[in-house]
């Protein structure tokens, strides 16, 4: 049964801080792999999806990296801002149909 | 596109009680499926359906339902309502199909609280 871990739990740092998110998964055997936002009270909002083709995507000031071989995913934030305070969620799928399995988040809050 | 819309945003129940969590989204998904976010957990994954007429139980599946009568709807159902049922439930799609991204659009979820 795959089984997906997020380290740490929690983490607060000050603005223009840059900072890693660490996501760790048990069977490398996966479709690929989301990081996802959630912020308080709302839905999930995907941030960027790898492959498992991929090693690394990128949008704006998010960076996220995938190795399969370790079973290991980050999230790179550069120069975090207050706005980026949320819980980040990575999930894996096995195949097409989709089936996410999620580890339990990383709550970041981005102090001024 | 309004996207994965959820309906009601919060609802209480008691024990015993049943109902239906509906779930649409207009953006011509394949794929789409439910699951339930609970403190310390994360998300688990109750049903899913890779089609209209087709849906298949994932990790938690015991005391609901789905069908999949459209592409668009993918209710919910509570048959008999528990405690443990006490939970956000999300809703989800993605375009499905074969090679490309699979992106994954959640709704705005659904607050259940079982008494």
């Known amino acids: ?112 | 596109n309004a996207g994965v819309t959820q309906t009601p945003k919060f609802q209480v129940l008691k024990t015993g009680q049943s109902m239906t969590l509906q779930c649409a989204q207009d953006m011509n998904h394949e794929y789409m499926s439910w699951y339930r976010q609970d403190p310390g957990m994360g998300l688990r994954l109750i049903h899913y359906s890779v089609g209209a007429g087709i849906t298949d139980q994932g990790e938690v599946p015991n005391g609901y339902n789905v069908s999949r009568s459209t592409t668009e709807d993918f209710p919910l159902r509570l048959l008999s309502a528990a405690p443990s049922q006490t939970s956000v439930y999300f809703c989800a799609s993605n375009i499905g199909g074969g090679a490309g991204s699979k992106t994954q659009y959640f709704g705005p979820g659904t607050r259940l609280l079982v008494l």
Do not use: H, M
């Open chain 1, 1 to 112: 049964k795959q089984e997906v871990t997020q380290i740490p739990a929690a983490l607060s740092v000050p603005e223009g801080e840059n900072l890693v998110l660490n996501c760790s998964f048990t069977d490398s055997a996966i479709y690929n792999l989301q990081w996802f936002r959630q912020d308080p009270g709302k839905g999930l909002t995907s941030l960027l999806l790898i492959q498992s083709s991929q090693r690394e995507q990128t949008s704006g000031r998010l960076n996220a990296s995938l190795d399969k071989s370790s079973g290991r995913s980050t999230l790179y934030i550069a120069a975090s801002q207050p706005g980026d305070s949320a819980t980040y969620l990575c999930a894996v799928s096995p195949g097409t149909a989709s089936k996410l399995t999620f580890g339990t988040g990383t709550r970041l809050q981005v102090t001024l």
